[in-house]
């Protein structure tokens, strides 16, 4: 048995036990907490009479047998096996920066309301034309790449997304692939002809909505100061009614506005079906950063009330999205290790409008980030150290218990805040620890219910 | 936990295949072939032999543990922004 393998915690008077290596999570009781270390630390003495003093013999023996059985599976208990990363060299998305402009000024914006630090630009035909042949012809045996729209805000150079999405759809059918498109906007320039354009097209949407009007209003302004929540609700749920419901809606909160509880209840509450809410990306002397221990304890306690209501919701029939609890509910309940948060580098890259390569739309526009470009390639030594990168190979991730779980964290975010891609950003360390933990509780506490509620709950997170 | 009759409860969907793996150890399949080594072990002659797939790549005695993370995950969403569409993680 692998004694340091697996990890307990303590969660809302929940006892539960986290194979480091399978990601297998499970609940244990007071006798199973005292029976699995004995186990795992390879007891060979008789626990039944160790313990009699304490548990009565029947219980005793029902627990280690079922400990014994959960060893025996392969799931838990098993020790390290060695990971052989495998370097991914093609490329199955791209991410095009359409625009290094935008029409809002938002105050917490990590991208310098657009302009990433540098001149106001969109990008041209001609660049948008070669970072779409410079996908396909880097795309290896991938049957299909994603083309991503990001700004600044997008919308502002639409004129080209409809030519880039013509120009991607030839490129693609002359070469026998297939292509699918994303695009990440503000929401305010939406009209029924790019509504109708993008649903048409089928892109895989994300719009940015901070929830309540006080606190959206309060952080996106137009550059004239002008409110668009408004504008931005009746967009999106124009485009919710007469179009689809296959889109997320992304808000963020700050230091100043950490009860995001209710703006994940908000947006929840307009019947939308893809709920993510994150933490502003601002260094730490930003007025708006979260980044002492004090203000990251704060979160914590909001993702906690988070937890209550996202169980309250389940049981009475309304359950809540939110990308975090859903997505950790998905891999607690099929567990699958992972040695890297993504494809950054690798499978997945970004184009400024430049014409510089990007491992990915956080790591714009640092110089030191840049791994090519697309006149001249790959360059392959800057690109590596991206395409290598894996938990294992952060100091402070190998020794961290939830390491296969989260893959090592966010290579953008090490960078930027500790300039270092192998020292993990901590904050976010300690934010996926807690949702973590948290999502284990609600799934112990759905578990209750039975077999129909497992069900439903698997329904609600695979809408 | 709630119930009193387990003192541990997988949150992943093993505790299905641990019924099952329980079933399929205590079947034995009485015409097995073994003629072909001495050693208990798979000869591919019926399905539910407690032998059966150790040797083979068919149903294991026990669940099989969960794949090994060999590559990327290259269609994972962003975890860090919650930005995510099929393909990338954009």
Known sequence: MQRNSVHFFSVKDR???????????????SVALTIMPE????????????????YPTPQLHRCIKECNELLDSGYFGVGHSPYKHRIQNNVSAICLHIAHNCNLSCEYCYADTGAFGANRQLMSRHIMQKAIDFAFVHSGDFESINVGFFGGEPLLNFKLIREAVEYARNTANSLNKKVTFSMASNAVLLTPDIMDF???????????????????DRMRKTKHRKKTHAVVIKNISEYLRNYSDNFTVRGTFTRTTPNFSDQVLFLNDQGFKSVSVEPAQLVETHPHSI??????????????????????????GQPLHFYHFDHCLKKLLDPKPTHTECGAGGGFIA?????????????????????????????????RIFQRMHADLREECRRCWIKYFCGGGCHA??????????????????????????????????????????????????? | MKSKNHHIKPLA?????????????KQVIEDCDKSKDSVPACHGCKDDCKYYCQTQSKIAPNPPPPPKPDTPPEDNPCNSTGIRAPGGPI
């Open chain 1, 15 to 29: 006892y539960f036990a986290y194979d480091i290596n399978t990601t297998f999570c499970t609940e244990l009781d």
């Open chain 2, 13 to 25: 969907n093993v505790g299905e295949s641990l019924k099952k793996s329980k079933g399929n150890k």
């Open chain 1, 413 to 463: 975010f090490n960078i930027r805040y500790n300039n270092n891609i192998k020292i993990p950003y901590k904050p976010q360390c300690e934010f996926i620890k807690y949702r973590f933990k948290l999502s284990a509780w609600i799934l112990s506490e759905i578990m209750n219910g039975g077999e129909r509620s497992v069900k439903i709950l698997k329904k609600h997170l695979n809408e």
């Open chain 1, 39 to 54: 186990l795992l630390s390879g007891a060979s003495g008789n626990l039944e009479k160790k313990y009699a003093h304490v």
């Open chain 1, 291 to 316: 980044s002492t221990h004090g203000e990251i304890t704060r979160i914590l306690y909001e993702y906690d009330k988070l937890a209550d209501l996202y169980l309250k919701r389940f049981n009475k």
């Open chain 1, 351 to 383: 184009i400024a409008p430049t014409g510089e390569i990007f491992p990915c739309f956080e790591t714009v526009p640092e110089k030191e980030n840049c791994i090519g470009h697309i006149d001249f390639g790959f360059d392959t030594h800057k690109r």
């Open chain 1, 198 to 216: 993008i649903n048409r097209e089928n892109f895989s949407l994300l719009f940015s909505l901070d929830g309540p009007q006080k606190v959206h």
